[in-house]
């Protein structure tokens, strides 16, 4: 069975954990990402040579190089351009799966992490589905939910959705090898949010609120890149919020 991923992020733990079990593996990776440079794609370069291949994000370029490999099965992990029409069309009689790092068909979209805290969710997950010309859209093939609690952070469950990964991946590529795949059609009605790509002004917070009401709030927001904050007499003012270090955690990452 030939695989090919597109990866937008560093993924090199999931491919060294069931790699062995694969006939052929390659790997593409975008050119000029900043968000995955060139330095954090060594690691799947030296791992699989020739096979890790870089491709500039023009849907051409990428259509001839994975005809070019001509594999059975794509998956998409962290891959940050949506696959055009045109590309999804050359490639239907292939099977090609998105890794969609939250629970579907509840959390769609790009940057679902502070949408599940705002929300006070109980649980996030991993969802492997068919990929299709609409966002998030497609059949589900294999998902797993982890419990968070009211002191996850996005750096936490980020964290817990990455431990996880190799695993599910395997779990996938087994279920693929053994023919158990079957696609469950996603229930629309089930979708709480679309998540937008995050943005620094997200983190705005309203002070004419109660803390109880902003709590969800501040903590969905990226405590060192974005922290939440508001104005005060025209000036910025920016809110932090932890716990004592001595405090029992279910992750390390949460407040």
């Not at 900043?34 to 890790?52: M, N, S, V, Y």
């Amino acid at each position: 069975m030939k695989i090919v991923y597109m990866c937008g992020v560093d993924f090199s733990d999931v491919l060294k954990r069931h790699s062995s079990t694969i006939d052929d593996v390659s790997v593409v990776m975008p050119e000029n990402e900043p968000l995955f440079p060139t330095e954090a794609q060594k690691a799947i370069e030296d791992f699989l040579g020739e096979r890790a291949i870089k491709v500039p994000y023009e849907q051409a370029e990428i259509a001839r190089v994975l005809l070019d490999i001509d594999p059975d099965v794509i998956i998409s992990i962290g891959w940050r351009r949506i696959l055009g029409e045109s590309l999804l069309n050359l490639l239907e009689s292939r099977l090609v799966i998105n890794i969609h790092p939250a629970i579907l068909p509840q959390y769609k979209g790009y940057h679902t992490e502070p949408y599940v805290i705002i929300n006070g969710e109980r649980e996030h997950g991993i969802t492997a589905h068919r990929l299709t010309k609409r966002l998030d859209d497609g059949d589900i093939f294999h998902q797993v939910k982890f419990p968070i609690s009211n002191f996850s952070t996005t750096a936490s469950i980020k964290k817990q959705t990455n431990d996880l990964m190799p695993e599910f991946v395997l779990e996938l590529i087994s279920l693929i090898r053994i023919g158990k795949m079957r696609g469950v059609p996603q229930d629309h009605a089930l979708t709480k949010v679309v998540a937008p790509k995050r943005c620094p002004e997200d983190s705005r917070i309203d002070p004419e609120k109660s803390l109880s009401e902003l709590y969800n709030s501040i903590r969905a927001c990226d405590s060192k890149k974005y922290p939440a904050y508001f104005y005060l007499d025209g000036q910025k003012v920016f809110i932090s919020m932890w716990r004592a270090e001595d405090t029992p955690r279910e992750h390390e990452l949460e407040l």
